[in-house]
């Protein structure tokens, strides 16, 4: 018997067959042009991610109105310029005998450009997660947007799209209708759960008196909208059969607002793949369309759990197919291990997003840079050294190799990973290890050279006689000068990750950065009682915006473990620490261990060295400065694709 029989099984909706039920559902990649019509980037991203062999590809969302776009890198579906762009979309989906349907909505309130341009509309003037004030919509207003959701339906269908997805979830213009955190209206479109529905079945009824009866509409909700004083799904569950009756022929059941706490839009390592399927099966219990079922799926066999309970119709696999598009295929080929497992650490896909840049995927420099990815070296094929095996010196020398060029990686210690494998250390992150453990593999099945243990002095550096050399050394450790920190009973958070510290209670950790908190909720892991996490500035820098800081904030609090900011270590003693808050000292007692996690800097000495004997060579990675993943992927891969 097939392992994935329910995923294989073809599934119809209204007129459009799918022959599978995995679904790559509408993710934001601001790459369209300015003026919002798709691009040559739109293009390349989409024919890559449909290549998964998904049944049914969603594109990104298209504003159905000029004052109804989150900003320019959308795409828009509001005038029949639109058209011809999007129909190439379509084409590049077809080509490869997928569906496609495009998601159309609009944004309402939540959009800083509209706000700032004063064109942002709202049920009520009430703000958002921006904190600005929109304009109430008037009847005049409602009738338009109405109307300009059925037009944009038509252009969908002209384009050629296999149907039309309405958005009504994740706070955008629909769903401020139906929340009553958002809506105040006295009018018709306000009142009870039932009566603030109204606006969305309007939209519904038009869409589907514009398209016809054979064009597949699906509706995208947030079945539960996860903030205080919101809807939940026995709500939802109230009006499931009018938007059904009005013209609905899939509900696609996603969770939350872009301000529910959590992240849970965008859900973080620490969430279990399919944690919300259960909204899913609520819906599907009551209603005979399709159902599609959507959290943070990463392999078939959580997916094909799902479709087997009959918890849902089709699953969404939506950063999984950023991360690794090939996870469909391995899977269905029996090399589930050779996917590459999304990471859900946002760091491209939505925080870059929300700085007005272009899509891209920490773990995968392909996603987004399709237009620039190599797929042959540009020139004549060079010897190259990489010194340092962290995420960026890994991903340039398998990237280099990948291209055909001869490869050495070496690498001082005895360990590949860098910082990454002591951040596989901390509770819910194991999938970084695994990460880099693939890394590792295709490096070297690409032919890299690895050579652990090996420091790259200059006469090593000579004797390879390399075209090019990458220097990714990566940064250490900072060690603040407090008075006392020598003594024997002050360690630093790398050693208490690798396992090499004994654990105790009334521990004091220096440094409320990432490392410091994560180390911190380690130590929670473990059992430890007692401890307090010390930063000197007034706020902390893993902000509770962040997913994955919210849900850190959150266990430590529960734990009883206390994070002191604006605060300063004094001195430290054999059993107290001395520090300084407003002007005030205060004597933290007893303190049996105190943990550094002072940051870091960045390895370039070696830099200098080669510049002084006229080698040349690209820096790249936390050598260069500390930061992200997904700042030294992109730099190994860009250090790799440039050599010639």
């Known amino acids: 018997m097939n392992r994935y029989a329910h995923i294989l099984k073809p599934v119809r909706i209204k007129s459009m067959d799918l022959d599978n039920r995995v679904v790559m559902p509408p993710i934001t990649t601001m790459m369209a042009n300015r003026d919002n019509s798709v691009s040559e980037a739109n293009l390349a991203y989409l024919k890559r991610v449909a290549a998964s062999g998904a049944g049914?590809?969603?594109?990104?969302?298209?504003?159905?109105?000029?004052?109804?776009?989150?900003?320019?890198?959308?795409?828009?579906?509001?005038?029949?310029?639109?058209?011809?762009?999007?129909?190439?979309l379509v084409s590049e989906v077809h080509k490869q005998d997928r569906k496609v349907m495009v998601q159309i909505y609009h944004v309402g309130r939540e959009s800083k450009y509209q706000l700032e341009h004063g064109r942002a509309v709202a049920p009520s003037a009430v703000a958002g997660i921006f904190k600005m004030i929109p304009r109430e919509m008037d009847q005049d207003d409602i009738g338009e947007v109405i109307l300009c959701f059925g037009q944009a339906a038509?252009?969908?269908?002209?384009?050629?799209?296999?149907?039309?997805?309405?958005?009504?979830?994740?706070?955008?213009?629909?769903?401020?209708?139906?929340?009553?955190?958002?809506?105040?209206r006295l009018d018709k479109y306000g009142g009870n759960f039932i009566e603030r529905s109204r606006f969305i079945l309007e939209v519904i009824r038009e869409v589907r008196k514009q398209v016809g009866q054979d064009f597949p509409i699906s509706l995208r909700i947030s079945a539960e909208e996860y903030a205080v004083g919101g809807y939940t799904i026995e709500d939802m569950l109230e009006i499931i059969h009018l938007l059904v009756e009005a013209g609905i022929d899939m509900i696609h059941t996603s969770f939350g607002t872009q301000g529910s706490p959590g992240g849970i839009v965008c859900p973080t390592i620490e969430y279990q793949p399919g944690f919300n399927a259960q909204l899913a099966a609520r819906i599907k219990s009551v209603v005979d369309i399709p159902v599609i079922a959507v959290g943070r799926y990463t392999n078939l066999l959580d997916a094909e759990k799902t479709l087997a309970r009959g918890d849902a119709d089709l699953v969404a696999f939506g950063r999984q197919h950023l991360a690794d598009p090939n996870f469909f295929r391995n899977a269905l080929q029996g090399k589930e291990d050779a996917t590459v497992e999304c990471l859900a650490c946002n760091q491209g896909c939505i925080e870059r997003l929300y700085k007005g840049k272009g899509i891209r995927c920490a773990i995968n420099p392909v996603t987004g840079q399709e237009l620039i990815y190599p797929e042959r070296a540009?020139?004549?094929?060079?010897?190259?050294?990489?010194?340092?095996?962290?995420?960026?010196?890994?991903?340039?020398?398998?990237?280099?190799?990948?291209?055909?060029?001869?490869?050495?990686?070496a690498e001082e210690t005895?360990?590949?990973?860098?910082?990454?494998?002591?951040?596989?250390?901390?509770?819910?992150?194991?999938?970084?290890?695994?990460?880099?453990k693939k890394l590792t593999e295709s490096a070297v099945r690409e032919g890299v050279d690895i050579k652990l243990g090996q420091a790259a002095d200059l006469d090593f550096i000579r004797d390879q006689a390399a075209d090019v050399v990458i220097i990714a050394a990566g940064a250490r450790n900072l060690r603040p000068a407090i008075p006392g920190v020598d003594h024997p009973h002050v360690i630093e958070a790398w050693q208490v990750l690798q396992g090499k510290a004994e654990l105790t209670d009334y521990t004091v950790i220096i440094g409320g950065g990432l490392v410091g908190m994560e180390t911190a909720d380690y130590l929670r892991a473990h059992g430890i009682f007692e401890v307090m996490v010390i930063e000197a500035r007034p706020r902390s820098p893993v902000k509770i915006s962040n997913g994955h800081g919210y849900m850190l904030h959150q266990r430590l609090e529960e734990a009883g473990y206390r994070v002191c900011l604006d605060t300063r270590v004094i001195r430290i003693d054999s059993d107290m620490v001395i520090v300084e808050k407003s002007g005030r000292e205060k004597i933290l007692s007893p303190v049996k261990q105190v943990i550094i996690a002072a940051g870091s800097s960045?390895?370039?000495?070696?830099?200098?060295?080669?510049?002084?004997?006229?080698?040349?060579?690209?820096?790249?990675g936390d050598a260069l400065r500390p930061r992200s993943i997904l700042k030294a992927v992109e730099e190994g891969a860009h250090a790799a694709w440039s050599i010639q």
């Open 602 to 620: 960045s390895c370039n000495a070696l830099g200098n060295v080669l510049e002084q004997a006229n080698i040349s060579y690209h820096l790249i």
């Open 414 to 436: 005895a360990n590949i990973g860098g910082q990454v494998t002591l951040a596989a250390r901390v509770p819910f992150k194991d999938a970084y290890g695994r990460w880099i």
């Open 56 to 88: 049914l590809i969603f594109t990104e969302v298209a504003a159905v109105h000029p004052d109804g776009i989150e900003g320019p890198g959308m795409l828009g579906i509001y005038d029949d310029r639109f058209i011809s762009g999007l129909s190439k």
């Open 378 to 409: 540009k020139g004549k094929l060079r010897k190259v050294l990489v010194v340092g095996a962290g995420p960026a010196g890994l991903t340039a020398a398998f990237q280099a190799a990948r291209l055909g060029h001869q490869v050495v990686l």
């Open 154 to 184: 038509v252009r969908a269908r002209a384009a050629g799209f296999d149907g039309v997805e309405l958005h009504a979830a994740h706070g955008y213009l629909l769903m401020q209708f139906l929340s009553g955190l958002s809506n105040y």
